[in-house]
């Protein structure tokens, strides 16, 4: 069975502000953009990051949620990890860059969730590339 026709929202949850900025872009670059948050580190202690990212979640019962994590085994994958615990239908995702999260926005209805939480985790890969 197909989940193309499902809603998927992001959730970018980052050290300082950094997840903020990566939504300025996107949306700077495609324009508005519907379901998709930032939660930043800044504003909040851990145990609100993880209420927060859950409050998100609340509004997803029955749809997909992908959460894009700066570095992972940091303070802000360790709050995506509890905010998540038992959780069906989300995904945490760390080394979020922008080519992940553009392809995210315009894949989102394309592919469905297990094909596309695939191919973000290849293009984050793919992406990195060293120059000389």
């Known amino acids: 069975m197909s989940d193309t026709g499902s809603r998927t929202a992001g959730i970018i949850v980052t050290h300082g502000r950094l997840a903020e900025e990566f939504v300025r872009t ?7 953009v519907e379901d998709f948050y930032s939660v930043c580190s800044e504003d909040y202690c851990d145990s609100l990051i993880v209420e927060k990212i859950r409050e998100i979640m609340k509004k997803y019962k029955k749809e997909h949620i992908v959460l894009f994590v700066d570095y992972s085994g940091g303070s802000c994958f360790m709050n995506c990890a509890r905010a998540t615990a038992g959780m069906e239908g989300v995904k945490v995702i760390s080394g979020v860059n922008l080519p992940v999260l553009l ?25 990195i590339k060293g120059a000389s």
């Open 26 to 32: 996107i949306e700077g670059i495609l324009g508005k």
């Open 103 to 127: 392809d995210f926005v315009t894949k989102k209805g394309v592919l469905n969730y297990k094909e596309m939480t695939d191919h973000l985790v290849k293009r984050g890969r793919d992406s």
